[in-house]
C-alpha cells in the first residue's frame, strides 16, 4: 500500500523525518509531497526544499518526493491515491488535521488520513520554531539535519 506525506516541509526536520521513517515500515512506499500552504508565506522556494529534502532523506528506500500546487485532493485523485499520513504533535495540530480531513473528505470521498503521534523528543520541533532559532544563531543540530542548517545559515546571512 502506497501513501502520501503532504506538507510544506519549510524546512523539514527531525519530527518530519521521524513520521517518514515509521511510516516506511508501515506502508510499501511513501510520497513525500511538497506544497504551499496560503496560510503561510514559504521561507524557501519549492525547488528549495525539494533539495533539502532530497538530501535530508538520502539512503531512505521506497521513498519519493514531489511537488504539487494545488489542493491535496487534486494530487489524490490525478495519482490515484487515497491516503495521506500526517504527524500529530499537539492539541493544535489535531483541530487544523481534523478540520482539514473532513474538508477534503468532502471534495474526494474516499480520502483517509492516518495520523501518527510524535516522537515525544521531537513533540515541540516546528519548521517555525527552528527558524526563529536560526534566525538568532541558535544551535539547531538536535532540529534539523546538516543540508537544513546550512540552507538556514545561507539565508539569514543575505
Known sequence: MKVIYPGTFDPITYGHLDIIKRALKIFDEVTIVLMNNPRKIPFFTLEERFEMTKKATEGFENMRIDIHQGLLVQYIKTHSAKTVIRGL??????????????????????????????????????????????????????????????????????
Do not use: H
Open 89 to 158: 504533535r499537539a492539541l493544535e495540530d489535531f483541530e487544523y488535521e481534523f478540520e482539514m480531513a473532513m474538508t477534503n473528505r468532502q471534495m474526494c470521498p474516499d480520502f483517509e488520513a492516518i495520523y501518527l503521534m510524535t516522537d515525544l523528543k521531537y513533540l515541540f520541533v516546528s519548521s517555525s520554531m527552528v527558524k526563529e532559532i536560526a534566525q538568532f544563531k541558535g544551535e539547531l543540530s538536535k532540529w534539523v539535519p546538516q543540508v537544513v542548517e546550512e540552507g538556514l545559515r545561507k539565508k539569514f546571512q543575505r
